[in-house]
């Protein structure tokens, strides 16, 4: 089945407990990203990646870490996780976004809570 | 800059009607695509359909369709004869360019929460 799989779906943690979340697709995508998504403030992009290797901040990439070494996998990294971190977060993949605008397939989300 | 607005917080409709949840785009691309999403109560997020600037033809899924007008910079989406199962939150998003390239990140509204009583 095609999808996107994000880890973990749910985490509680506590304040500058570095932290990864985990993103992996099975499509052969060349683009991947992340998002976040806060209550009034709709979904906003927090880093993506064009291809392999190239990475480039979104709209809120403060606080936050993001690695392309293999096609499938774009983990988000928190190195010391605040309490403004606190929220959902989507990874996407789509295929090359080079040419045009692609539609993104989502994960599940991550909800995480950051005391 | 561009901005995509969903005036439309909530609406509550009751199984069998027909709903249309607005959206109102601004850009100053020439060339530019724009997307709907659902986002059903589980929680992840559904591609529904992708539509560029060069063409205004309106769009038919099943009972979903879509009217798009560039000269009010619209893109509404219209349910017909709802059911339950539509209940979602539904978010228009907007492609965004910088300079010339394109970097994949759309410009989300804020989402219409559609609930569709039995």
């Known amino acids: 089945e095609a999808q996107v799989t994000q880890n973990p779906r749910y985490l509680i943690t506590v304040t500058g407990k570095k932290l990864t979340v985990t993103c992996s697709q099975n499509?052969?995508?060349?683009?991947m990203s992340w998002y976040r998504q806060d209550p009034g403030l709709g979904l906003r992009q927090i880093y993506y990646?064009?291809?392999?290797?190239?990475?480039d901040k979104g709209d809120v990439p403060e606080g936050y870490k993001v690695s392309r070494k293999e096609k499938r996998n774009f983990p988000l990294i928190l190195e010391s996780p605040s309490p403004n971190q606190t929220s959902l977060y989507f990874c996407?993949?789509?295929?090359?976004?080079?040419?045009?605008?692609?539609?993104?397939?989502f994960g599940e989300g991550s909800r995480l809570t950051v005391l | 800059a561009q901005k995509v607005t969903q005036a439309q917080t909530e609406i509550s409709v009751v199984e069998k009607e027909d709903v249309t949840l607005d959206c109102v785009y601004e850009?100053?691309?020439?060339?530019?695509?724009l997307f709907w999403y659902k986002q059903p109560p589980s929680g992840e997020l559904v591609f529904l359909i992708r539509?560029?600037?060069?063409?205004?033809q309106n769009e038919i899924s099943g009972r979903y369709s879509w009217n798009f007008q560039k000269s009010t910079s619209s893109f509404n989406f219209t349910i017909t004869a709802s059911q339950v199962v539509d209940s979602a939150v539904y978010f228009c998003a907007l492609s965004e360019l910088v300079g010339s390239s394109n970097t994949g990140k759309l410009i989300f509204g804020q989402g219409t929460t559609l609930q569709v009583k039995p």
């Open positions: 499509m052969n995508h060349e683009y």
């Open positions: 990646s064009m291809n392999v290797e190239v990475t």
């Open positions: 850009t100053r691309d020439t060339t530019y695509y």
């Open positions: 996407a993949s789509s295929l090359s976004q080079e040419l045009a605008p692609r539609e993104l397939f």
């Open positions: 539509r560029n600037s060069f063409d205004e």
